[in-house]
């Protein structure tokens, strides 16, 4: 089935350590994004990518990374520079950025927790 | 930028209507107005989409005046399956890019 797989589900990291959250989509979407949900909040972008090896910060992108490399993958590194990043991560991807009548299709998500 | 305003939360029964209202006073004209839904922990499911006038799929129905400076997502006959977060989203430009910008939503909780 085509879809968006994220992995793990679930991701214990020490502080100080960075991390990579995985994204994978069979959909042959162009467009893909990270987005960040706290505890009784909205989602909040980090980063989007329009087309391989191309990407831009979104609204909260200090103390993460990401690369493009291939249309079916978009990884998200949470690094140290992260102040807070105990938080549910969810990637995203579409047909096309700019296109204002485009779906997104999102992820399961990856609980990541600061032990 | 346009920005949408929806409730909070709203609380209903099984089998009612639930009626949910967002505004988006700035929308731009060639924005579409797009919800989702999404269960605890899990990644937002798209419901709906409209340009104007009224849509409806097997699941909701989406009603936008004539103005679209507002627009109300129509579940008929909730039952306690769902209960969630529904949020509202039209176009958030950003150097030309189209970016799917959520806000908190509205929580909807449905009692037996």
């Known amino acids: 089935d085509g879809g968006i797989t994220q992995s793990p589900k679930y991701l214990f990291r020490k502080e100080g350590q960075n991390v990579t959250l995985s994204c994978e989509q069979n959909?042959?979407?162009?467009?893909m994004y990270w987005y960040r949900q706290d505890p009784g909040q909205g989602l909040r972008l980090i980063y989007y990518?329009?087309?391989?090896?191309?990407?831009q910060k979104g609204d909260i992108a200090e103390g993460y990374s990401v690369s493009r490399e291939k249309k079916e993958s978009f990884p998200l590194t949470v690094t140290s520079a992260q102040k807070n990043p105990t938080a549910f991560y969810l990637c995203?991807?579409?047909?096309?950025?700019?296109?204002?009548?485009?779906?997104?299709?999102f992820g399961q998500g990856t609980r990541l927790t600061v032990v | 930028l346009a920005k949408t305003t929806q409730p909070i939360s709203m609380d209903s029964y099984e089998g009612q209507e639930v009626n949910i209202t967002c505004s988006h006073n700035?929308?731009?004209?060639?924005?579409?107005i797009t919800w989702y839904q999404q269960f605890p922990s899990q990644g937002p499911r798209f419901i709906i989409q409209?340009?104007?006038t009224k849509v409806t799929n097997e699941v909701a129905s989406l009603f936008i005046p004539a103005d679209r400076k507002s627009s109300t997502l129509s579940l008929p006959r909730v039952s306690l399956s769902d209960t969630a977060v529904y949020y509202c989203?039209?176009?958030?430009?950003?150097?030309?890019?189209?970016?799917?910008?959520f806000g908190r939503g509205t929580s909807l909780i449905v009692h037996p």
């Open positions: 409209g340009y104007k």
């Open positions: 700035n929308i731009a004209t060639n924005d579409y």
């Open positions: 990518s329009q087309i391989v090896n191309d990407f």
């Open positions: 959909l042959n979407h162009d467009a």
């Open positions: 995203a991807s579409s047909t096309g950025i700019n296109m204002r009548n485009t779906e997104a299709f």
């Open positions: 989203l039209v176009g958030q430009s950003s150097g030309g890019s189209y970016i799917p910008t």
